[in-house]
């Protein structure tokens, strides 16, 4: 087994040893951001379009002194390379720094950077093969939600009564529409088109959701970028959701609405198409 490891403010540790001070702001406030990095066959995937986002997030949460996305980069490719990870993942975690506890954001801060590598078990065939039940709940979120911050309270809050309720993902609905799930994006197919949220402040634009797309755009399928209801997500003839873990998934149920996922050509041909890109876009 590949040892775990951690990378935090430029030296390399043990993850189980690794530490951040008590007053680090992302510790008191939540006041940090975040990526999760696939790792397959040895080779990170998307990192390059993974530190893009972490640094349009740090622009816009007027972050100062943040470590550059080409810092982060050697960082990770050092991690990758003393762990020997064939299949997991690696965590990023950048927050304001460390100082006295304010709301105020501090003077010459100085972020903590904390990494980590670690094996990882992604969905196994059953699941990408007959899909997984989901349950709705409210999007009590605030309206940055295309900033990917670790502030992630609401989404633990519903991930855990979708796990009480037996389901794997919580889709969540807003007052405009369907939004995305706690740690997904959501899809529904009507008549071979395909329906999701618009990037935008009320959903997290995922990298896997941007590549998804233009693949569907590829094999020329139909996207429509809005809002779906909720009778509309129960109407559509296939649902699924994306993310950097998960990949493509089916949905074969949404509370007490089943789907005949033996029936679904468009997400399996997404499912396929993505196969493809990730073995033809790892990292060398």
Known sequence: MSQALAYV???????????????????????GLYEVVAIFGGKMYQ?????????????????????RPEDLKKAARELLQKTGIGEGIIYLEVTRGTAPRSHRFPQEPEPNVFMFAKEAQFPDGEKRTKGVKTILVPDERWNRCHVKS????PNCFYKEKAKRAGAYEAIQVHRLGITEGTSTNIYGVKDGVIYTAPAGPRILKGITRTTVLE????????????????????SCDEVFLTSTTNKVLPINQVDQVTF???????????QEELEKHIIENRED
Do not use: C, S
Not at 14 to 31: N, P, Q, T, V
């Open 47 to 67: 990192l390059d379009e993974h530190l893009q986002r972490y640094w349009d997030g740090a622009q816009e949460m007027m972050f100062e002194n943040t470590p």
């Open 150 to 153: 670790i502030n992630l309270l």
């Open 215 to 234: 693949l569907a755009e590829q094999q020329g399928i139909e996207v429509v970028e809005k809002f779906m209801t909720t009778g509309e997500l129960l």
């Open 9 to 31: 403010n430029g030296d390399f540790v043990e993850l189980e040893k690794a530490k951040i001070d008590a007053l680090d702001r992302g510790f008191i406030f939540g006041d």
């Open 260 to 270: 005949p996922v033996d029936q679904y050509r468009v997400t399996f041909t997404l």
